[in-house]
């Protein structure tokens, strides 16, 4: 039983079915040619305009394009799973014992969204190693056989880059190129297969039809312009064009299953789902649009109806104008369900559909929708037409428009009345014609038109401008020539004189070519007032003449005038070639004429040369009739190239061939004068240079630099190398050398280059001779010196050194004059001086040193003149009175000061010997005095000092009373004069308080302005002597005479408490400790008892116990002691006691003594207690004071503050 899969497919989606190579590829076997295996031929029909693609054994992918059929082998009789690709379904069908596998659109259609295949599912077919072609059956005779296929079918291709083979498809590849033709015929399609398949069911495959061929199936459209052959290449290109878009909205491209089926025999599955869509429905209806809405789809299987969701659906609307069987037009693809359908026609019957699609159902296709548009005005007429004219008159014509549906009534004619201003009615009726009249002739009128109907008045046509008639015109003036080419002629002329500026003209332009013998022939005819001329003969003259023409006829020719085409550029001359030797600065070149002269002769040629580098300009080399040309001035050893144009009367050519030519090489030519090279020493000059202008064609190796002091001298070699610079040593500065360089090629020694005279750099110049000095006066000499040798720069300044010592000069003078005078100096004696010469190269050696004595003279002024302290006399004397003068002695100038005169006051001189310290006396106390002085010597007094200011002082004060105010065994307070203990305010007047020590001498112990002194630390019972001194601004004043002031003894130290033990029990005993006696006076004790508030002295005398009787029992008993100093005075004798010891408790009730060293009593407190300091007391004031503020400032704050 022979098989045949069939495919129906679009032509960019082919299944890619792997199978073995094709039969004339792989060598048959015998077993499977004489049939005798399980085998079968599984024929794959290929469809026109598609394309079948197969995976070979090496991996290579072939594909086939239809028509053709691909015998495949089944190794076990039964089908291979085929994996169709998405949007198709594989529908087993047998007709006339012959099986096929037809392959199908389906409503599930492919998307770029959706998954590949899965993992497991082969790719369409399984590559199985059994699966070999088998020998050629003659099935179908109208296929070629297996072993003829023609190779055109058969295309190799690469590998797939993956598995999936739909994977890179684009989205794009799914658009919709033909609605129209697919609505129709895919119904219609539909329903013959549906039909077939029902009969095949129903007949049980009666029919043997084993060796008819099976129908050709139609060929198939391609819905986009994706070229996608199964993922790889290229598809058919579809017959469907792009469709515009006419509603705006969200669009997208339509699924890819609009193709054409064929009449195939298909079988149909026993359960598919239906999608069925309601008529649209028109609303909104106007005349030139109208809104167009439709409910979604309904699916039904089985005959169960279901509402199905809105997304994913795809809505094509098509509209038809010329009845329900006519052509739909396609005009609006998207997901909308209300659209607004723009751009209709008036009055006119319309039938649109809606289809719909999706990638999981089928398409499917509502019922027509009629409506009619509405009425409106009428279209804009066209533009009314002259019939007839005159002078006076115009026939007007027009044709009715487009009613849109109501009867045209009226039309309007409007005129601008001949003015060129504003339309006016002309006419307003029923007819399409109407005359106007009373018109001027040769006159312009401007027309328009508009139709009315019931509904309203249309716009208004174009407009219509006509003339009427009038007279013929004059003849014009003739032509005029503006512009000329060489095939061309550009003329202009002006309207007839006497004609108005309204009238419509036409102009004949009529010329004749010279030598031809056809006469005047027409070469423009319009109503511009200038024309151009193409398609002339060069160089060719041509005669003119101009008619005017109107519409009552032609006027006569204007005169006849004569013009001439330029000529053309000629054609190039040919390639110039070399005469003769090329030599190394010229060559002679020639050349032949162009053959194309451009129509006229040739009047000159241009010769131009360039250097065979590149970036090198051409130059001129020749301008000239003749044909043949020296170039000189050439550079020897380089290339050049030449190429000849020519100039005609039409200008000039392009330029000739090149030609190449190399002259010969020669020695470089001579080189620029060397130069310096940075600055120039004075021993060594640094020389550059630039290679020579010419290196003769060949590289410059070497460069030889030569030298000499002169012209006239001997030239020697300074250097000889490569390099572009050298340095000439060994030279003399300031001095003028002369350079010259030569280079030197292959070809030669070139010549010398100029002279380059350089000088080394100036020296410093020699050391000065010994400058010629001559004493002017005592104090002025003059010095001169001479001008030593510059070393090649002159001397610019002179420095001249002067000093008293040899080794120990300094610069006086520093200028260009070669004579000094040296002013200042010192009488009596002797300078030394030397000179030193300075140029711009630096200063040179100083000279030999000259020495001079200048002559001796008065002395010289006192230059330190000062008043001396009353610390700095030997011998004190009274400022107030006398004023000590100091001085240092001036230079005696060579001659010895023999004394000096002082002025002072009023011009009083005083003239004192030899000295330099002088007491002025007698002066007035406090009084200013201006003093100067002067010496003199045998030759005469020198000037004065200048003078100084010096006062006198006033008198000093005379010294206060002294007198002692406290005494103390060890100090003494002091008090004198009147005024305050303290020196709370400055006080000009100092004292000076000296007391005398023990080797007789008078120091001082105070000095200040205080009037009171406590002079402490003193011994006791002494005798100490005092004197004071007043001090102000005068000076100090006289010592007063001696106090003496004896200090008081001092009183005996306090004891430690007493001791008491008790004896018996009304008596006890109180010790103490001793004194020793003070300087000889006697000590004695004082013992007290305290009993209660009552103190009684119970024992006086020099012993250190006591002992106390009448004791009584339960008595506290307080004993305390202090001694006493007996010592005699005049008055007799004296005690004096010192401070109480602490009391001693005692109490009778206990056999023990108790000692307590308790504080005094109240009393002996109080009486211990010390009197505060004056600093104590004041301080306690100043914390009171700052308590105070501190309390009044919180007050402050917070109450006022706050």
């Not at 006229?600 to 130059?619: F, P, R």
């Not at 002025?903 to 007698?922: A, D, I």
Request: glycine share 8%.
């Amino acid at each position: 039983m022979r098989e045949e899969l069939s495919t129906a497919m679009m032509a960019d989606q082919p299944p890619p079915l792997e199978a073995t190579p094709i039969l004339n590829e792989v060598p048959l076997l015998p077993h499977m040619v004489n049939g005798d295996t399980a085998q079968q031929v599984i024929l794959v029909q290929v469809n026109p305009g598609e394309t079948f693609t197969i995976r070979t054994e090496d991996g290579h992918i072939q594909c086939i394009q239809g028509p053709a059929h691909v015998p495949m082998m089944s190794p076990n009789g039964s089908v291979p799973p085929i994996f169709v690709p998405p949007g198709y379904v594989s529908q087993m069908v047998e007709e006339n014992g012959v099986r096929k596998v037809i392959v199908m659109p389906h409503s599930t259609e492919f998307h770029p969204s959706m998954h590949p295949p899965p993992p497991h599912v082969p790719h369409y077919m399984h590559p199985h190693p059994a699966l070999l072609p088998h020998p050629p059956h003659p099935v179908y005779p109208a296929v070629p056989g297996t072993g003829e296929m023609p190779p055109q079918f058969v295309h190799q291709h690469p590998p797939p880059p993956s598995p999936h083979v739909y994977q890179d498809q684009e989205s794009r590849s799914h658009g919709r190129t033909n609605f129209v033709q697919r609505d129709e015929r895919t119904l219609k399609m539909q329903e013959h297969l549906k039909k077939r398949l029902k009969d095949r069911q129903a007949t049980g495959h009666t029919n043997n039809k084993m060796n008819s061929p099976p129908s050709s199936p139609h060929k198939v459209h391609n819905s986009s312009n994706a070229n996608v052959q199964n993922g790889y290449g290229k598809g058919q290109q579809g017959t469907g064009g792009p469709i515009k878009q006419k509603q705006a909205g969200k669009t997208r491209g339509s699924p890819s299953a609009d193709a054409e089926i064929g009449e195939s025999d298909t079988e149909s599955r026993k359960s598919q789902e239906l999608l069925t869509i309601s008529k649209p429905v028109v609303s909104e209806v106007q005349a030139r649009s109208t809104v167009l809405s439709w409910s979604p789809p309904v699916a039904s299987q089985n005959g169960d109806a279901r509402d199905v969701t809105l997304a994913g659906f795809t809505f094509e609307v098509a509209i038809s104008n010329s009845g329900k069987n006519g052509k739909f037009k396609s005009v609006y693809v998207g997901e909308e369900t209300t659209i607004t359908l723009p751009d209709l026609r008036p009055a006119t019957d319309y039938h649109v559909r809606v289809s719909a699609s999706s990638s999981s159902t089928k398409e499917t296709v509502s019922e027509l929708t009629s409506f009619t548009t509405e009425s409106c005005e009428p279209d804009p007429p066209a533009a009314p037409k002259v019939v007839s004219k005159t002078k006076n008159s115009l026939n007007l014509q027009w044709k009715s428009s487009n009613d849109n549906g109501s009867k045209i009534t009226n039309y309007l004619l409007e005129w601008d009345e001949g003015k060129n201003g504003v339309f006016k009615e002309c006419y307003y009726g029923h007819l399409k014609q109407h005359k106007v009249t009373k018109l001027t002739p040769s006159t312009k009128y401007i027309f328009r038109l508009a139709a009315k109907n019931d509904i309203g008045m249309s716009g208004f046509s174009e407009t219509l401008i006509c003339y009427t008639i009038g007279i013929v015109p004059p003849p014009p003036p003739p032509p005029r020539l503006t512009e000329e080419g060489v095939t061309w002629l550009s003329l202009e002329w002006s309207p007839p004189s006497g004609v108005s500026s309204d009238d419509s003209l036409t102009y004949i332009l009529e010329m004749e070519e010279e030598g031809s013998d056809y006469g005047f022939q027409a070469g423009y005819n319009g109503d511009e007032l200038s024309c151009t001329l193409q398609d002339l003969r060069r160089n060719t003259s041509y005669k003119f003449r101009l008619f005017a023409h109107n519409t009552e006829g032609k006027s006569g020719p204007s005169e006849v005038v004569e013009y001439r085409t330029s000529p053309d550029k000629p054609g190039p001359p040919s390639k110039p070639t070399v005469k003769g030797k090329i030599h190394s600065h010229n060559v002679k070149v020639t050349w032949d004429p162009p053959k194309d002269t451009g129509g006229s002769d040739i009047s000159t040629y241009i010769l131009e040369i360039s250097e065979a580098s590149a970036g090198s300009k051409w130059e001129v080399s020749y301008t000239g009739s003749t044909r043949e040309h020296v170039c000189a001035h050439l550079k020897p050893g380089s290339t050049y190239r030449l190429r000849v144009s020519c100039i005609g009367r039409g200008g000039q050519s392009q330029a000739s061939d090149l030609l190449t030519v190399q002259t010969a090489a020669v020695p470089p030519g001579p080189c620029h004068p060397p130069c310096l090279a940075g600055k120039a020493k004075p021993k060594e000059i640094p020389l550059q240079w630039d290679p020579p202008s010419t290196d003769g064609g060949s590289e410059i190796t070497e460069y030889i630099v030569e030298m000499a002091n002169c012209d006239q001298d001997e030239r020697r070699q300074a250097y000889r190398g490569q390099a572009l610079e050298c340095t000439a040593s060994g030279l003399l500065p300031g001095r003028a050398y002369c350079f010259w360089i030569r280079a030197a090629n292959k070809a030669g020694l070139g010549p010398c280059s100029e002279k380059a005279e350089i000088s080394t750099a100036p020296g410093p110049p020699d050391p000065c001779c010994i400058p010629l000095l001559t004493c002017k006066t005592s104090t002025c000499v003059v010095a001169a010196w001479e001008c030593p040798a510059s070393n090649g720069a002159e001397v610019s300044e002179y420095k001249l050194e002067w000093g008293q010592v040899e080794g120990s000069m300094h610069i006086i003078y520093s200028g260009p004059l070669l004579s000094y005078e040296v002013k200042g100096l010192t009488p009596a004696t002797t300078y030394y001086c030397r000179v030193q010469a300075v140029n711009i190269a630096g200063a040179g050696l100083f000279g030999e040193i000259g020495m001079v004595t200048t002559p001796a003279s008065v002395p010289a002024a006192v230059t330190v003149l000062h008043l001396l302290e009353e610390d700095q006399m030997d011998a004190p004397v009274p400022l107030s009175m006398c004023l000590a003068l100091h001085w240092e002695e001036p230079c005696c100038h060579g001659a010895e000061i023999i004394g000096y005169h002082i002025e002072y006051g009023e011009k009083q001189l005083l003239t004192v010997n030899r000295v330099t310290s002088h007491v002025l006396e007698n002066l007035q106390p406090d009084t200013f005095y201006r003093i100067r002085i002067q010496a003199f010597n045998s030759l005469g007094a020198g000037p004065f000092s200048p003078s100084i200011k010096a006062k006198t002082k006033p008198l000093p004060p005379d010294p206060p009373h002294l007198e002692c105010v406290v005494f103390s065994y060890q100090s003494l307070k002091l008090k004198w004069g009147e005024g305050p203990s303290r020196a709370l305010i400055a006080n000009p007047t100092q004292f000076n308080l000296q007391m005398e020590d023990r080797l007789g001498r008078f120091i001082t112990v105070y000095s200040g302005p205080c009037h009171t002194y406590k002079v402490q630390r003193l011994s006791e019972s002494t005798t100490y002597y005092f004197k004071i001194q007043a001090c102000n601004d005068a000076g100090e004043g006289e010592f007063s005479e001696v106090y003496a002031f004896t200090t008081t003894k001092s009183p005996p130290p306090a004891l430690k408490a007493p001791k008491v033990h008790q004896l018996g029990d009304n008596t006890c005993e109180v010790t103490w400790e001793p004194l020793q006696p003070m300087k000889g006076d006697s000590i004695v004790y004082i013992l007290q008892l305290a009993s209660g508030r009552e103190v009684d002295q119970v024992y006086k005398g020099p012993e250190t116990s006591f002992r106390f009787t009448n004791v009584q029992t339960n008595c506290e008993y307080r004993f305390r002691v202090c001694a006493g100093r007996q010592y005699q005075d005049c008055t007799g004798t004296q005690e004096l006691h010192g401070p109480y010891s602490p009391s001693t408790v005692f109490s009778s009730q206990k056999a023990e003594l108790v000692s307590q060293c308790s504080d005094p009593s109240p009393d002996l407190t109080k009486s211990r207690r010390k009197s505060l300091s004056d600093e104590q007391f004041a301080f306690l004031l100043l914390v009171g004071f700052a308590a105070v503020a501190i309390v009044f400032a919180v007050i402050i704050q917070y109450f006022v503050i706050k």
